[in-house]
């Protein structure tokens, strides 16, 4: 039989259930009212916008191109219009400045890949963004 431990990176061994899931499983019990911030009630979601939104972006001519995989700096139009507006704002800059990410957590993971190094020493506020704690781990701060 084959030991897979002895086969995983060493950091595997420091990797834990994630934090931030076992707190979501909480949600799923009756009567339980979050008050976190990314857990808003959905009776405050834009329902009939979002439908729209999707109903204009399936029935445009190219609507097979808006469910595939794409470049990873993301939809350029859209990058376009963000320097748009930045520049409204007062800001300068071009789409080159422009990352688009898939949440909070995917931005997390960049900057501690960009940032962090094995070893290094890594200062948060007191309490944290789990999400923060749980993306810079990955990379084996102190």
């Known amino acids: 039989m084959t030991d897979w431990d002895a086969r ?4 595997s061994r420091r990797m834990a259930a994630s934090e931030i ?6 949600l799923d019990q009756p009567g339980i009212i979050s008050f976190a911030g990314g857990i808003p009630d959905p009776h405050v979601f834009p329902r009939e916008e979002i439908a729209a939104a999707y109903a204009r972006i399936l029935s445009a001519p190219a609507s097979g191109t808006s469910l595939q995989y794409s470049v990873s ?4 139009p859209l ?10 704002l007062g800001v300068s800059c071009s789409v080159d ?10 931005a997390l993971d960049f900057i501690g890949k960009l940032f962090i190094a094995e070893g290094d020493l890594v200062l948060v506020t007191r309490p944290t963004y789990l999400g923060a704690l749980q993306a810079f781990n990955a ?3 102190r």
Do not use: C, D, F, H
Not at 21 to 26: A, P, Q
Not at 97 to 106: A, P, R
């Open 97 to 106: 400045n422009i990352l688009i990410t898939n949440g909070s957590q995917q």
């Open 8 to 11: 995983y990176a060493p950091r």
């Open 139 to 141: 990379y084996e701060p």
């Open 21 to 26: 899931r076992e707190l979501l499983k909480l």
């Open 73 to 76: 700096e993301v939809y350029g």
């Open 79 to 88: 990058r376009e219009w963000i320097v748009g507006y930045m520049k409204s």
